[in-house]
């Protein structure tokens, strides 16, 4: 008798246990993070890479006005708090507009000077240095994965896409279009995220060619990120392009999904805006879709006819579930929202700039878990 109520009795409070952690999951949250006090107003994140639960970067620029370009500026995580890091020897004036990595002591980081100029920079798990960058390539984004590192730009007006092989940038042949998004399992295995004239594309490169394929043939759609599970699961967003409509109607977002047969539509719970980043779980699965400038469609007769949408949308793989980001005092919403996922956990960071006072804006960081 007593051993049957110790059963029952060990049986409550295990259950009680699990609702309490399913609360507590339900409960989570997006969190503002501040950034350090040394970081002017002015200044915003463009991308941001985690290597663990102690170490993350985040790259931008530190602006000195309204006006002015501002400098590179590259903050760092260390497990309780963001710190800025100094770039000795860098003093010229643009931003930081791409970061990544394929090991915590080899990281990558593509800028632009206020004139222009491309600028490669490169972490050797002591310091920032800058490298000089392939002849003639003005960068725009720098992306690793599976032991890869390509380079995003252009030259002579023209799209370029550079891998490096360990010693010097080499030139990859170009999909037709525009790239925006790479995700890089090997080097015979990159997937690319872009648009030509027909629509939005995603493409696949398996070492000696690419095989492109129209996701959306809408005029003016094109996808930008793209994530890939398995070779019968891969997803890309972006933003859906239209004709016409009332003035001012923003763009509605696009995101559509491979099967291993063909892409399909996929609906979101928002009617307008971007889908500017998507992030994997721990597994590899697609966990976090974040959207920019996020809005639906208000009551009818209401003025204005929008209201806010959710800026993230969590996967589970049948459904999302919806999230805003958190009220900053001072602040409005973000303009952009990378993710970077912490790998080996379900921790996932976004960063970005957010609206301002007076027409100005500030960088956000926001972190989930």
């Known amino acids: 008798m007593a051993h049957r109520l110790f059963v029952a009795a060990l049986a409550a409070a295990m259950t009680i246990m699990a609702l309490m952690s399913s609360a507590?999951?339900?409960?989570?949250?997006?969190?503002?993070?501040?950034?350090?006090?040394?970081?002017?107003?002015?200044?915003?994140?463009?991308?941001?890479?985690?290597?663990?639960?102690?170490?993350?970067?985040?790259?931008?620029?530190?602006?000195?006005?309204?006006?002015?370009?501002?400098?590179?500026?590259?903050?760092?995580w260390d497990g309780t708090a963001w710190q800025r890091q100094g770039l000795p020897g860098i003093g010229?004036?643009?931003?930081?507009?791409s970061i990544a990595a394929t090991?915590?002591?080899?990281?990558?980081?593509?800028?632009?000077?206020?004139?222009?100029?491309?600028?490669?920079?490169?972490?050797?798990?002591?310091?920032?240095?800058?490298?000089?960058?392939?002849?003639?390539?003005?960068?725009?984004?720098?992306?690793?994965?599976g032991g890869e590192t390509w380079l995003i730009g252009s030259r002579d007006g023209a799209q370029a896409l550079l891998r490096w092989d360990g010693r010097i940038w080499q030139d990859v042949p170009v999909p037709?279009?525009?790239?925006?998004?790479?995700?890089?399992?090997a080097a015979d295995d990159v997937w690319a995220a872009g648009d030509t004239g027909s629509g939005a594309v995603v493409s696949h490169w398996n070492g000696e060619a690419w095989q492109q394929t129209i996701v959306d043939g809408f005029p003016r759609s094109a996808v930008s990120s793209v994530l890939a599970v398995s070779p019968t699961e891969v997803w890309a967003g972006g933003t859906a392009g239209f004709?016409?409509?009332?003035?001012?109607?923003?763009i509605p977002p696009l995101l559509v999904r491979f099967d291993g047969q063909a892409w399909s539509r996929v609906t979101v719970p928002t009617d307008f805006g971007s889908i500017s980043s998507l992030s994997p779980s721990t597994s590899g699965a697609l966990a976090w879709v974040s959207?920019?400038?996020?809005?639906?469609?208000?009551?009818?007769?209401?003025?204005?006819?929008?209201?806010?949408?959710?800026?993230?949308?969590?996967?589970?793989?049948?459904?999302?579930?919806?999230?805003?980001?958190?009220?900053?005092?001072?602040?409005?919403?973000?303009?952009?929202?990378?993710?970077?996922?912490?790998?080996?956990?379900?921790?996932?960071?976004?960063?970005?700039?957010?609206?301002?006072?007076?027409?100005?804006?500030?960088?956000?960081?926001?972190?989930?878990?």
């Open 291 to 369: 959207v920019a400038r996020s809005q639906k469609w208000g009551p009818p007769g209401s003025s204005p006819p929008f209201v806010p949408g959710p800026d993230f949308l969590a996967w589970n793989g049948q459904s999302f579930t919806e999230y805003s980001e958190p009220a900053v005092a001072g602040e409005g919403d973000s303009r952009v929202l990378r993710l970077a996922p912490v790998p080996g956990t379900a921790t996932v960071w976004s960063v970005g700039r957010a609206d301002g006072p007076e027409g100005t804006f500030a960088p956000r960081i926001l972190r989930f878990g």
């Open 176 to 185: 037709p279009g525009a790239v925006y998004g790479l995700h890089i399992l």
């Open 92 to 97: 010229w004036q643009g931003e930081l507009l």
């Open 24 to 76: 507590a999951a339900e409960t989570l949250s997006w969190q503002h993070v501040p950034v350090p006090p040394q970081v002017r107003p002015q200044a915003g994140l463009n991308e941001a890479v985690a290597f663990g639960p102690d170490r993350a970067w985040a790259v931008g620029a530190d602006a000195v006005g309204r006006e002015a370009p501002g400098f590179p500026l590259v903050l760092r």
């Open 103 to 145: 090991s915590p002591t080899v990281v990558w980081a593509v800028g632009r000077d206020s004139a222009g100029g491309a600028h490669l920079l490169r972490y050797d798990g002591k310091s920032w240095n800058e490298t000089r960058p392939p002849r003639g390539v003005l960068l725009t984004k720098v992306v690793a994965g």
């Open 243 to 250: 004709v016409g409509g009332p003035p001012g109607r923003p």
